[in-house]
């Protein structure tokens, strides 16, 4: 491609999904960006942890550090912790949590900061561990109390409540939502009964499942031609699904999470997450989100956390996983995954449904809102978008090495957001154009990248717009066909 017509090429690729909102093209990002608070912990010494905050606030890429430039420590001493689970007292549990984290007058300025900052609109709260905190994933997060007035800030529907895992070893894209397709799976095996275990109510959960998905594809397990088994859930996920539901017991021993599934003839078979995560590994498409309505999957406050099923689901590519981090009733599962569902099939935003669940089951008066745990490596919390906001891959691989490019430079940065948020005006385009030939002309690599990028970018926008279909024609042909993007070709 002729490097000088390299900039004239891109306005015209990018324009067309900048008039429809510079979301299409961002990935992570959608119509009503939220603001976004994250927050990391690092281990110091002993009990004692060092917090960062970050905050972007809505419809913006640019981080904030909130707080003091010094060094900001909490202290969170897990005995203490400890003896108020082992009585039950989770609202006890939760004020002693939240005394720990909220105790460094910066932390809890910079968090209503956050609030503040987002205005009317909703904040986002990551809670990361970095790879020396990772113990902290042990503890109850989503029982911290909203510094203000003391509720379960898990629970606010305003602020939207997730453990972030960095990273993974797949990338996560995603998808259009007529295209989703969703397991529902349920393992009562025989036998459970001898473990002191319930019933699972087979019938009903896959019900619920299905009539809370809506219109999304739904497949049931156990079906006529397989039971609920490791090798029935690997041999329909190596389908391609994007949602797994999953009603089973579960069990923690020594810090290993356990499921307890069918046997391929119905019985008993313990499965250890480490199994099933290296399962999920080796498939090509992992499901984008895994619900575990099932006891203790998140793991509790024995072992290395790291080895419950949540988080090990997500390093093996799964985007985001809703897990137990305790014994949940069934009347809570029974109210809360319909609520759950039915508001991701509003936007396909787990972490906004999940607070919503939660919001519910507190209005119900159960004790156990906080038992659903949320790990993701979604940023924005999104697993499906419409068709109508969603740019092609290529296309949005194209604008982000832009941006990537112009961040640091200021002048470069104001003519990218300019252009984006009125694309048509010839005066924004000639700014943006300017500062992508400077780029080039500094950086040749860079050039060489933009121009792969852009031409994969024409070729996806080019066969996104088609919408056509191929007509075979054999033999003499008279007359006119007309094409569906209005040309028409002449015998």
């Not at 202290?75 to 689970?85: N, V």
């Not at 290993?256 to 099933?276: A, F, H, T, Y």
């Not at 080895?307 to 599962?333: F, H, T």
């Amino acid at each position: 491609m002729d490097l000088q017509q390299i900039p004239g090429t891109v306005i015209s690729t990018l324009t067309p999904y900048l008039l429809k909102g510079e979301h299409t093209l961002a990935s992570g990002q959608q119509a009503g960006d939220y603001a976004d608070l994250e927050i990391s912990l690092h281990r110091r010494a002993g009990s004692d942890y060092s917090v960062e905050m970050r905050f972007s606030p809505p419809g913006s890429s640019t981080e904030t550090r909130l707080g003091a430039n010094e060094l900001v420590e909490i202290s969170i001493e897990t005995e203490e912790l400890q003896r108020y689970a082992g009585r039950g007292d989770w609202k006890g549990y939760g004020r002693e949590l939240s005394d720990a984290f909220f105790e460094p007058q910066v932390v809890q300025m910079a968090f209503r900061q956050a609030v503040a900052r987002a205005g009317n609109g909703l904040l986002r709260v990551r809670l990361l561990f970095g790879p020396t905190a990772q113990e902290l994933h042990a503890l109850r997060w989503e029982n911290l109390r909203h510094p203000s007035d003391g509720t379960l800030l898990a629970a606010n529907q305003n602020l939207l409540f997730s453990r972030y895992l960095a990273g993974g070893e797949k990338e996560a894209h995603p998808r259009l939502k007529h295209m989703v397709r969703a397991l529902a799976a349920a393992a009562n095996p025989a036998g459970l009964d001898s473990y002191d275990l319930a019933p699972v109510d087979v019938v009903g959960e896959l019900s619920r499942a299905r009539e809370s998905l809506g219109g999304t594809q739904v497949v049931s397990l156990p079906s006529e031609k397989s039971g609920c088994s490791l090798a029935g859930l690997v041999r329909h996920l190596q389908e391609g699904f994007d949602i797994l539901y999953l009603a089973a017991h579960g069990s923690l021993a020594k810090g290993q999470p356990w499921l307890w599934l069918e046997d391929e003839q119905g019985k008993v078979q313990r499965v250890s997450g480490k199994e099933l995560s290296d399962q999920v590994r080796l498939l090509e498409n992992p499901p984008l989100l895994v619900v575990l309505a099932s006891c203790q999957s998140a793991g509790n406050s024995e072992g290395n956390a790291l080895q419950a099923l949540g988080p090990l689901l997500c390093e093996a590519g799964v985007a985001a996983v809703i897990a137990m981090q305790d014994n949940i009733s069934m009347k809570s599962i029974e109210l809360g995954m319909p609520v759950f569902f039915e508001q991701l099939q509003r936007d396909g935003l787990v972490d906004r449904a999940l607070a919503t669940c939660r919001a519910a089951l507190v209005a119900a008066g159960a004790n156990d809102a906080w038992i659903p745990a949320l790990f993701m490596r979604l940023k924005d919390g999104a697993i499906w978008r419409a068709s109508s906001e969603m740019a092609p891959e290529a296309v949005g691989k194209l604008w982000r090495l832009i941006v990537a490019k112009f961040e640091g430079r200021p002048a470069a940065a104001g003519a990218a957001q300019e252009y984006a948020a009125q694309a048509d005006d010839p005066d924004n385009q000639e700014a943006f154009t300017i500062q992508l030939k400077k780029a080039m002309r500094e950086d040749a690599e860079f050039s060489t990248e933009l121009a792969v990028t852009l031409e994969a970018a024409r070729k996806s926008a080019q066969g996104s717009n088609a919408g056509g279909v191929v007509i075979s024609v054999g033999g003499d042909v008279g007359g006119n066909i007309i094409l569906g993007n209005n040309n028409t070709v002449t015998n």
